[in-house]
């Protein structure tokens, strides 16, 4: 953990400290267990900006401490809108991921990772840097105890065509089917002719951690948010289960890829 890091941690429980509160009061405050605060305030979880912005909001900071999360973002090589959630990646045992759009992170092959960031959106100092993060969070899977990895996908996924790259989705989606012969990955389609369905809102993943509390990440064409307000993750929970529902089962999901596969061939 990095100097910038300890520091703000040190701010946190100092904060504490003077307002005279155990870790338990001074999450009741801001809405979090007080398992949460001391997993915060010793390393185990980074602070979110969600967390920050309950301190900042409930005890009137002047955004001091959102303030200090942004400068540590700034400060960190890692693209600011990913280094949060790596860090959960990285400790969870189960992760539930539903894309609309794209491919996981996770099963991306790297022609298809560089595929996702075309468009001008990205310089190309950025996009290298961006695909070699994607690739190296990638080796998780491949740990002697990896997370159990549950994706959903929207069949959409698997038709959209990558324009001036030929043989790129029939390679992708043979790394898909690949992925989903480990027994630490399942791997769901959403079939077309489910029509209108509660995912269409937007992708998002949960995470689970080793002590049972789980932590969701969506994003957008602006940012990425981590959530870890209890109620929100509840009602993602919701979500995820009624997406998952009408998701195929695990083998009838490889043999519609395969297909689709042959027809990128």
Not at 75 to 88: G, K, M
Not at 204 to 226: C, K, M, W, Y
Request: glycine residues 8%.
């Amino acid at each position: 953990m990095g100097t910038a890091t300890n520091y703000v941690l040190g701010e946190l429980r100092t904060f504490r400290a003077q307002l005279g509160l155990s870790q338990d009061d001074f999450g009741r405050t801001i809405g979090y267990s007080g398992s949460h605060v001391s997993s915060v305030e010793t390393g185990g979880r980074p602070p979110t900006r969600e967390y920050m912005k309950a301190i900042d909001d409930q005890h009137d900071t002047g955004e001091r401490f959102g303030r200090m999360l942004r400068e540590l973002a700034r400060l960190d090589a890692t693209p600011a809108w990913l280094r949060e959630w790596i860090e959960f990646e990285r400790d969870a045992t189960t992760l539930r991921w539903f894309e609309l759009a794209y491919v996981p992170g996770l099963l991306q092959t790297e022609r298809y990772a560089r595929a996702t960031l075309a468009g001008g959106r990205f310089t190309a100092d950025e996009v290298e840097r961006i695909v070699a993060s994607r690739l190296e969070r990638q080796a998780i899977l491949g740990r002697d105890r990896p997370p159990q990895l549950i994706a959903v996908v929207d069949e959409a996924v698997l038709r959209r065509p990558v324009l001036d790259q030929p043989g790129l989705m029939a390679e992708q989606l043979d790394h898909l089917v690949a992925a989903a012969t480990q027994e630490h990955v399942q791997l769901h389609v959403v079939p077309a002719d489910a029509g209108m369905y509660l995912g269409l809102a937007g992708q998002f993943i949960i995470a689970e951690l080793p002590d049972g509390t789980r932590v969701a990440h969506a994003d957008n064409q602006l940012s990425a948010q981590i959530v870890d307000a209890s109620i929100d993750i509840a009602r993602l929970a919701k979500t995820w289960e009624i997406v998952r529902n009408e998701a195929l089962p695990r083998r009838q999901s490889t043999v519609l890829i395969k297909e689709v596969a042959k027809s990128w061939t």
